[in-house]
């Protein structure tokens, strides 16, 4: 394709060359000093070897494979992990109607109420694209637990953990969260850990680090009381969390772009 377009790029110790749609999506990149090719869009990929051509050493290291779309994130939908919970979980039609009718909740209700949220907060992150963010979302960790979303950008990468608690009443503490006065939950250090995982993954892929930022987004709550000591969490109402989209600063452009094309591939989290 003679529109792709080829641009160098050096920084924390790498050296590389990217090959790009005129869109800014990357389809290739080559690392100098391996003579390693990466490609992430294969129906291009004849076209950016091409190009890359000249800029391959003598003896070129075999390229990894390129990632597939059952690996690319960036196709999951927000509360798709939910999605394939509740056809596990979903009872059949005659269990449902003796549900209802006896006002007993399955635990399917459960899944679909925090898949409603998910989606509420997917609408709300998806606005933020316009501003130069990325997102993603459904992230698959191992231990079968995922990342509901991950949002990268101007202001830095936030892992972004949703609960759905309608009229409720939420404590948020140092560690833990209350909801209704109820009994805590861990929401607070399941956030950090995640957090924390996530940018164990993204550093060791991209070859610098990377810091994620844990936050919690409560949607549908009533009243949200974080006490004055937390500050290493993010504590977000539902449609607040469009209060992300100014903050900037701590990201370049290339820097969201190595970052998101890291995040997105399925491999990435393997180890996580």
Known sequence: MS????????????????????????VAWLDRKSGIVTVFLPEHEAAA???????????????????????????NQPGQALRQKLAEVSPGRFALIV???????????????????????????ARLTRSGWRVLHSIPLPREVDIDHLLIGPGGVFSINTKHHRDASVWVGDDSVKVNHGQARPYVR?????????????????????????????????????????HDVRVIRGK?????????????????????????????????
């Open 190 to 230: 399941k956030a950090r850990h995640e957090a924390l995982r996530a940018g164990r993954a993204i550093t060791r892929r991209c070859g610098f680090a990377v810091e994620v930022q844990p936050a919690l987004v409560f949607v549908g709550a009533k009243r949200v009381d974080v006490v004055p000591t937390l």
């Open 99 to 125: 549900a209802r009718l006896l006002r007993r909740k399955t635990e399917a209700d459960s899944w679909r109420k925090g898949l409603a949220g998910e989606r509420d907060i997917g609408r709300e992150l």
């Open 49 to 75: 070897r091409q190009a890359l051509a000249i800029y391959l050493p003598a003896t070129q290291k075999p390229a990894p494979s390129p990632m597939t779309a059952a690996d690319d994130l960036a196709l």
């Open 3 to 26: 529109d792709l377009r080829v641009s160098a790029w050096k920084r924390y110790g790498h050296d590389r060359v990217y090959v790009s749609l005129p869109d800014g999506t990357t």
């Open 240 to 272: 607040e969390v469009a209060a992300l989209g100014p903050l900037s600063g701590a990201l370049t452009p290339e820097e969201i772009e190595l970052i998101y094309i890291a995040a997105r591939d399925r491999r990435t989290w393997i180890e996580a």
